[in-house]
Nanobody, 123 residues
Framework: QVQLVESGGGLVQAGGSLRLSCAAS????????MGWFRQAPGKEREIVAA????????YYADSVKGRFTISRDNAKNTVYLQMNSLNGEDTAVYYC????????????????WGQGTQVTVSS
């Protein structure tokens, strides 16, 4: 099983950008689907984006399409989330997660999670 560590969160003004990174340790990183989830105070955890390990296919939540980009570098065992045009609704703790299930959107099928990184967007 992989272990995951996120970085790159912080405070940014509305309209700004951040890039989150998630470094994985363990074997067979390229075989895992990777997802980015977020959880805002008082709200349920929701999927933001996911990328498959096999073919690089991606998924985005409607709320972030055209603004966020998920990518992965299997040689570096790292997945990224580039976030542009940030707004207040993007404020949340962001988690990366790994799954053996192809491009799943179901958080219950992700079996490794990072500790989370806070993203705060100020107006």
């Amino acid at each position: 099983q992989v272990q995951l560590v996120e970085s790159g969160g912080g405070l940014v003004q509305a309209g700004g950008s951040l890039r989150l990174s998630c470094a994985a340790s363990g074997r067979a990183f390229s075989s895992y689907a990777m997802g980015w989830f977020r959880q805002a105070p008082g709200k349920e955890r929701e999927i933001v984006a996911a990328i498959s390990g096999i073919d690089g296919r991606t998924y985005y939540a409607d709320s972030v399409k055209g603004r966020f980009t998920i990518s992965r570098d299997n040689a570096k065992n790292t997945v990224y989330l580039q976030m542009n045009s940030l707004n207040g609704e993007d404020t949340a703790v962001y988690y990366c997660a790994a799954s053996r299930v192809y491009l799943t959107l179901d958080h219950r099928q992700y079996d490794a999670w990072g500790q989370g990184t806070q993203v705060t967007v100020s107006s």
